[in-house]
């Protein structure tokens, strides 16, 4: 048996990066996944790769932006497992947008807030009730090392990813008491991008030598055992932490 076997997890950004990682890391666990994303093609795609695991993948097709879909997701859940044990929100929209400060506008860093911690804090709210209920409650949000230390060139989306971080502190100090324990992660993981254009090649091979173990992580071997343990029964005494997947890039205390 796996870690999450039996469990009904939410886990949104599953279509690419460390999302697809992690969901088919927690289908293997056991988990029913109710895996989330705009690319329903990509979420069929992991569907099937992970049809002979111990849990399933249920693909629904989603946009963290838009609040009915939000809703959508938890409906599925409930219809799918009776309840909701994991919320893991990896989904951050707002990626091509790469601006300095100066150059930042309230409606560019309102487009991470809105797929980023609002969409999360949406989320959280309405598989409150159910975790609540039950005792038992595992959120782990996603974050960056730029929420943390900041990033030059990366203003509305260092923003919003330092919210992610205050907003999961938050659920920690006020939920912990209900059995619901809350955690955030760093990924530097390789994502689609990084493969697909020269830019992403060399943005990559960067990263990959300003790392202490002077590699990229793997968002399925490095990146998603972090995110199911965290999802688990073994995580229930490890609450407002801030756990950097990343090889030593990013300082968390």
Not at 80 to 108: K, S, Y
Not at 185 to 209: C, H, N, W, Y
Not at 220 to 241: C, H, K, T, W
Request: charged content about 20%; proline content about 4%.
């Amino acid at each position: 048996m796996g870690i999450l076997s039996g469990r009904v997890a939410i886990l949104t950004g599953a279509s690419s990066g460390v999302g697809y990682g992690a969901a088919k890391r927690c289908a293997e666990e056991g988990a029913t996944v109710i895996a989330c994303a705009r690319r329903l093609d990509r979420l069929e795609s992991l569907a099937a790769e992970t049809a002979a695991m111990e849990g399933r993948i249920v693909p629904q097709q989603c946009d963290v932006g838009v609040e009915a879909d939000l809703d959508a997701a938890v409906a599925r859940a409930i219809a799918e497992g009776g309840t909701v044990h994991a919320l893991i929100n990896i989904a951050q929209g707002g990626l091509d947008i790469q601006q300095p400060i100066l150059d930042t506008t309230p409606d560019n860093a309102l487009v991470f807030y809105r797929t980023g911690p609002i969409a999360s804090l949406l989320l959280m709210q309405k598989c409150f009730p159910y975790m609540k209920e039950q005792g038992y409650g595992r959120i782990v949000n996603c974050a960056s090392g730029a929420g943390v230390t900041g990033q030059a060139g990366f203003a509305g989306y260092a923003m919003a990813k330092g919210a992610i971080l205050a907003l999961t502190r938050t659920a920690a100090q006020e939920w912990g008491k209900f059995g619901i324990v809350s955690n955030v992660f760093l990924p530097v993981i390789r994502a689609d991008s990084f493969d697909t254009s020269e830019q992403g090649k060399m943005a990559a091979k960067m990263v990959a030598q300003m790392s202490p173990v002077r590699k990229l992580g793997d968002p399925y071997e490095d990146g998603s055992p972090m995110v199911a343990f965290l999802a688990s029964e073994g995580a229930r005494y490890i609450n407002a932490q801030t756990i950097a997947i990343d090889g030593g890039l990013t300082p968390t205390r």
